[in-house]
């Protein structure tokens, strides 16, 4: 089976351009999560969606984050514009379950450099 | 609004047990234990999680009080392997928020 799918893994941009993640969960799963990691923020918890409906946005960092699920098996997080403060990886997770006992699936990761 | 306290980090031998400790005073009748990993630049990857009762899978075994104010998870016999951020959440499971966690360092 594949697991949760991220693109692009790496990306490098100038600060001032619009930059698209992309993930696509594990078929079948119902909750899809997106994380940002920096050194010295940590694990953050950006936004999630159960059943393609976001339910909690109150991590997105401020009004130059956006994030969609237009379909069970596709979501984006986009950044426009960017700034080089947005540099870290982006974690996309999934979860088959909508009780209390859902383990979450986490991808690569999107490793996003903006300059 | 850290709802779990962690060490910062612990050591252990290769082939010995790793007991990690967590804190949750303020966790609430329906909030789960769960415990996952990052290694290195890694995803987080999931271990464990239990309600009240001890947990045990293929990876660790989850130790959680009476009271559940704490659990400790336990890694039979550590390998290099081993070596990552593992994180105690105690959480409702839709707002999975990761803290500090403790960095293990398997040593051979």
């Known amino acids: 089976d594949a697991g949760v799918i991220q693109s692009p893994r790496h990306e490098v941009t100038e600060m001032g351009q619009e930059v698209t993640l992309r993930c696509k969960p594990i078929?079948?799963?119902?909750?899809l999560f997106w994380y940002r990691q920096t050194m010295m923020r940590g694990l953050e918890l950006l936004i999630y969606?159960?059943?393609?409906?976001?339910?909690?946005d109150s991590g997105m960092p401020e009004d130059r984050f956006s994030a969609k699920m237009p379909n069970a098996s596709f979501s984006t997080l986009k950044i426009q514009p960017s700034e080089p403060r947005d540099s870290a990886v982006y974690f996309c997770?999934?979860?088959?379950?909508?009780?209390?006992?859902?383990?979450?699936?986490f991808g690569e990761g999107s490793r996003l450099t903006v300059l | 609004d850290a709802k779990t306290t962690q060490p910062p980090s612990m050591d252990c031998a290769e082939g010995r047990a790793a007991n990690l400790p967590c804190n949750h005073s303020?966790?609430?009748?329906?909030?789960?234990v769960y415990w996952y990993r990052q290694i290195h630049s890694q995803g987080p990857q999931y271990i464990i999680h239990?309600?009240?009762n001890n947990e045990t899978n293929e990876m660790a075994s989850l130790i959680i009080t009476e009271d559940r104010k704490s659990s400790t998870l336990i890694l039979p016999h550590a390998t290099l392997r081993d070596t990552a951020v593992y994180y105690c959440?105690?959480?409702?499971?839709?707002?999975?928020?990761f803290g500090a966690g403790t960095r293990l360092t398997v040593k051979p």
């Open positions: 997770a999934s979860s088959p379950l909508a009780g209390p006992t859902g383990e979450l699936f």
């Open positions: 078929s079948g799963h119902n909750s």
């Open positions: 969606f159960n059943n393609n409906v976001p339910i909690d």
């Open positions: 303020t966790i609430s009748g329906n909030e789960y």
């Open positions: 239990g309600l009240k």
């Open positions: 959440i105690v959480r409702p499971r839709d707002d999975m928020r």
